[in-house]
Structure formats: structure tokens, C-alpha cells
């Protein structure tokens, strides 16, 4: 059975070279997933907005999205890898952030489905836009499947960071932290 970064992270980074091609559509499914977790609430939208409109705010919201975490998180975790001494092609290191952030896929499909599906049964939560929170068992749900997606992230960034940057795992660990640790942290002080 052929790895994957999802369940078997050591093997993938050490016996493929991710491409960035492949990356780069990871994170933009990503982008547009999560952004798309919106659509449902369109109608509670202050401005008048169009199908065609809707679907073009997706898009480049997603895309803008992706690109601002990804260019985020290559940077960081090639200048904290530099420092405890790191090398490697910033290339490499973008293509393995980029196949790392699946679970983040998984995660805004989860809960974009879940928005959904909830809209389409007529059993959406109303959020208005000066209140801009959802009912305290959707924001529970999206803490838990957000904690346990950046978790999941930051063990594989551990393999992807050694992969692309010739660290030992310990040291490719700590920095996997230090870059997941904001986004864990956002999430679970959501619940406050």
C-alpha cells in the first residue's frame, strides 16, 4: 500500500518529493472550502448578492486565503529552521507545508458540510452580522474538529519540516509547535 502523508508521514516525505503543483491545489481546495462555509448565510448579507457574485467572492476569497497561510507558514518555518540549522530549498519547504496542511482540508470540508447540511434542512443557526457567533454546540464542534486538525497538522509538519529541511526530529518538532501553536491556540480561545 503506497504512503501517505495523512497516516504515514515519515514514509511519504522520505520516499516522494512533493510537488508544489500538488500543493498549491491542496491549499487552494482548502481556501475555497472554508470560504465556501459561508454561502449558507449569503441571504443574511447586508449587500445584494449575486449567484455569479457569491461564487466569485469564493473563489478569490479561497484563493487569497491559501496563499496568505501558505507563504505564512513557509516563511516561518524556514527562517525558525535556519536558526537551529536547517537546510534546504525554500521550494521543498513550501511543497511539504502544502501536503502537511491535508488535515486542514479535512477540517473546513467537515465543517462546511456540516453548514450545509444544516442549511438545507432549514435547521441552519441564524448568525446575524453584529453578533457573528454561532450557537454554542456549532462553536464547540468547530473548536473540536479545529483542535484536533492543527494537532494533526503539526505532526505531519514534523515529518515535512525534516524532510525539507534536514533536521532531526526533535528540533523539526519544536518548530512544528511554534508554527501550529498560534493557529491551536485562536482556536480553542474561540470557545472564551
Given amino acids: 500500500m503506497p504512503s501517505t502523508p495523512l497516516f504515514a508521514p515519515d514514509e511519504f516525505f522520505a520516499q516522494r518529493s512533493p510537488s508544489l503543483a500538488g500543493a498549491a491545489i491542496i491549499l487552494i481546495f482548502t481556501g475555497v472550502v472554508a470560504v465556501a462555509s459561508a454561502v449558507p448565510?449569503?441571504?443574511?448579507?447586508?449587500?445584494?448578492?449575486?449567484?455569479?457574485?457569491?461564487?466569485?467572492?469564493?473563489?478569490?476569497?479561497?484563493?487569497?486565503?491559501?496563499?496568505?497561510?501558505?507563504?505564512?507558514?513557509?516563511?516561518?518555518?524556514?527562517?525558525?529552521?535556519a536558526i537551529v540549522g536547517g537546510t534546504g530549498s525554500i521550494a521543498r519547504t513550501a511543497a511539504n507545508i502544502g501536503w502537511a496542511s491535508l488535515p486542514l482540508l479535512l477540517r473546513s470540508t467537515i465543517s462546511t458540510l456540516t453548514l450545509w447540511v444544516l442549511a438545507s434542512t432549514g435547521n441552519a443557526p441564524?448568525?446575524?452580522?453584529?453578533?457573528?457567533?454561532?450557537?454554542?454546540?456549532?462553536?464547540?464542534?468547530?473548536?473540536?474538529?479545529?483542535?484536533?486538525?492543527?494537532?494533526?497538522?503539526?505532526?505531519?509538519?514534523?515529518?515535512?519540516?525534516?524532510?525539507?529541511?534536514?533536521?532531526?526530529?526533535?528540533?523539526?518538532?519544536?518548530?512544528?509547535?511554534?508554527?501550529?501553536?498560534?493557529?491551536?491556540?485562536?482556536?480553542?480561545?474561540?470557545l472564551f
Fill in 126 to 190: 441564524p448568525i446575524t452580522m453584529t453578533q457573528m457567533q454561532p450557537p454554542s454546540w456549532l462553536l464547540l464542534f468547530n473548536v473540536l474538529t479545529g483542535v484536533i486538525g492543527y494537532v494533526w497538522i503539526g505532526y505531519l509538519l514534523t515529518y515535512a519540516i525534516r524532510d525539507a529541511r534536514n533536521l532531526d526530529i526533535r528540533r523539526s518538532a519544536g518548530v512544528a509547535g511554534i508554527v501550529i501553536i498560534i493557529p491551536l491556540l485562536n482556536t480553542a480561545l474561540s
Fill in 41 to 81: 448565510y449569503a441571504d443574511q448579507s447586508p449587500f445584494e448578492v449575486t449567484p455569479e457574485a457569491l461564487v466569485f467572492e469564493v473563489l478569490i476569497g479561497g484563493l487569497i486565503g491559501a496563499a496568505a497561510l501558505w507563504t505564512i507558514w513557509t516563511v516561518a518555518v524556514y527562517f525558525l529552521t
